[in-house]
């Protein structure tokens, strides 16, 4: 299974940035799947969570202004940000617990990281 992230980038304060990660491989099922990001010298931390029902959870700093969906058809999730401030630059992580076959629980499976850089 791999999760490969994209839609980083540099943006101005204020502004809005739209991340993507699309899971592939021997896929049953996915369960939650979530955004998590690292700032240099921060641990990781979580950002927002979706269920395969669609119910969200967000981390307090970014209530309001990020938005996570799914399409379970393309085994993808979203992440929206907007209103970006400079304590958002870092390296974001998609996350997704991944069923790869219907007799065993889901295992934790990581992408990439994309780095978001938000300019003051």
């Known amino acids: 299974v791999q999760l490969q992230a994209s839609g980083g980038g540099l943006v101005q304060a204020g502004g809005s940035l739209k991340l993507s990660c699309a899971a592939s491989?021997?896929?049953?099922?996915?369960?939650?799947m979530g955004w998590y990001r690292q700032a240099p010298g921060k641990q990781r931390e979580l950002v927002a969570t979706?269920?395969?029902?669609?119910?969200?959870n967000y981390a307090d700093s970014v209530k309001g202004r990020f938005t996570i969906s799914r399409d379970n058809a393309k085994n993808t999730v979203y992440l929206q940000m907007n209103s970006l401030k400079p304590e958002d630059t870092a390296v974001y992580y998609c996350?997704?617990?991944?069923?790869?076959?219907?007799?065993?629980?889901?295992?934790?499976?990581w992408g990439q990281g994309t780095q978001v850089t938000v300019s003051s």
């Open positions: 996350n997704a617990r991944v069923r790869t076959n219907g007799l065993i629980s889901g295992k934790d499976y």
């Open positions: 491989g021997r896929i049953f099922s996915i369960n939650d």
């Open positions: 979706i269920t395969s029902g669609g119910t969200t």
